[in-house]
């Protein structure tokens, strides 16, 4: 008898996993997809814990097939992901980490979701259990989107449903050098190639469940490793696309998320070779990516922070990280008729730090919260205008950017 291809390979990469793999395959038995429509392979990455063991009884009894392959700890969730996805036979693939859990119908929802709208990528709705979870992308249901034109590259988890001819075809795997943001790496390359995302955002699919023992798959190691993390994204995002808006509309994530929280509370309390070591290391990342096009992307503290890092001012820094330490509310300026708002962070107009103006201005979304300010109608509709510009060229060529 020919068995059939399942419609989605769930790969679980688990190490010292126990008791939270419970509820995690818990959640994968009481999936409303036909059982024979899945495949799980599991990855027991040198637990002491009695996780293997647990796979093992759970392959057993369960009505679908379930493949556990038991390693040495290979240090990060890359190694066990990469096995599972060299085995993987599903149409689609899902990663489920073994200490969070699906929500129900999760997968028959996303494999339809990407069946009924040809998708490569299918984002679902997740919830925090015990930890915060991504919201901005998750604002209503959208049957096709990309990277550009929605909130999408702030959740570069692997958590998601991909298609498997996608991966295969670019030979796509996580890579193993690094041991975080390995799956930021992976997800925005998967993002860009692409021929179509979809999101789910009335219907939890995933719960991302905070630990409470310390035990986690991640190293989460020093602060150079969050370094490396920046570097690898921002080159894969270079690499992927030339110089211009859509690179720089991408640029923000690894910028802000990854680089900014280097330069954030704790670089106050930071040695003074740490503060060298930081600026060292973002010093080729800033003189390669930093542009105003970045810039103007971001609040006025974040903008004003990655500023003096890239002109290599760590004296003007540490009085600002200690004024947003602080949770200081900065003054605001409102001139120009009420149309332009500055906000006056430390060294605004200090001839003797000579920061342009720019670097504190505050952007429409910004400027609204504060009385007296009125956004100019005109530059109103000329930033819509833009704005659906964008969105139309990006759809166009989406199919060329993957």
């Not at 910028?255 to 070591?277: C, M, N, W």
Request: with cysteine; hydrophobic share 40%.
């Amino acid at each position: 008898m020919t068995v059939s291809q399942p419609d989605v390979t769930v790969i679980i990469g688990a190490y010292e996993a126990m008791p939270y793999l419970v509820e995690c395959l818990a959640s994968v038995e009481a999936q409303t997809i036909d059982p024979t429509r899945i495949e799980v392979i599991a990855v027991d990455d040198g637990s002491t814990d009695g996780t293997g063991e647990y796979l093992e009884e759970f392959a057993a009894r369960a009505a679908m097939p379930v493949t556990v392959i038991r390693q040495d700890n290979s240090g990060g969730p890359s190694g066990p992901r990469n096995v599972g996805l060299g085995k993987a036979a599903g149409r689609y693939v899902f990663f489920l980490d073994a200490d969070d859990r699906l929500g129900p119908e999760a997968l028959q929802r996303m494999v339809a979701m990407a069946d009924e709208h040809g998708t490569d990528v299918v984002l679902g709705k997740v919830e925090g259990v015990n930890r915060s979870a991504p919201k901005s992308m998750f604002g209503k249901t959208v049957g096709r989107t990309d990277v550009f034109s929605s909130n999408i590259k702030f959740t570069l988890s692997a958590q998601k449903l991909f298609r498997r001819e996608l991966l295969d075809r670019h030979g796509m795997r996580f890579d193993e050098s690094l041991f975080t943001g390995e799956d930021a790496l992976f997800t925005m390359e998967a993002y860009l190639r692409a021929d179509g995302v979809s999101v789910i955002a009335d219907h939890t699919c995933y719960y991302l469940v905070g630990r409470d023992d310390g035990k986690h798959v991640t190293k989460s190691g020093s602060y150079t490793l969050r370094f490396d993390s920046a570097r690898a994204l921002m080159n894969l995002i270079a690499d992927m696309l030339p110089a211009g808006p859509k690179r720089d509309v991408l640029m923000v994530r690894p910028f802000l998320v990854t680089l900014l929280p280097q330069f954030g509370p704790k670089y106050a309390t930071d040695s003074e070779e740490i503060r060298r070591h930081k600026f060292e290391l973002a010093k080729p990342l800033m003189r390669a990516y930093w542009n105003e096009d970045v810039a103007r992307r971001l609040r006025v503290h974040e903008r004003l922070r990655l500023h003096l890092v890239a002109a290599e001012r760590p004296d003007l820094l540490l009085d600002v990280v200690k004024f947003v330490r602080a949770k200081k509310e900065a003054a605001a300026l409102i001139e120009k008729k009420g149309r332009r708002l500055y906000l006056g962070y430390p060294h605004f107009r200090d001839p003797e730090a000579g920061i342009p103006d720019s670097v504190y201005l505050a952007d429409a979304r910004e400027a609204r919260a504060y009385p007296g300010y009125r956004e100019d109608p005109f530059d109103s509709f000329v930033q819509r205008a833009v704005r659906k510009a964008r969105r139309l060229l990006h759809s166009r060529d989406l199919r060329a950017a993957a």
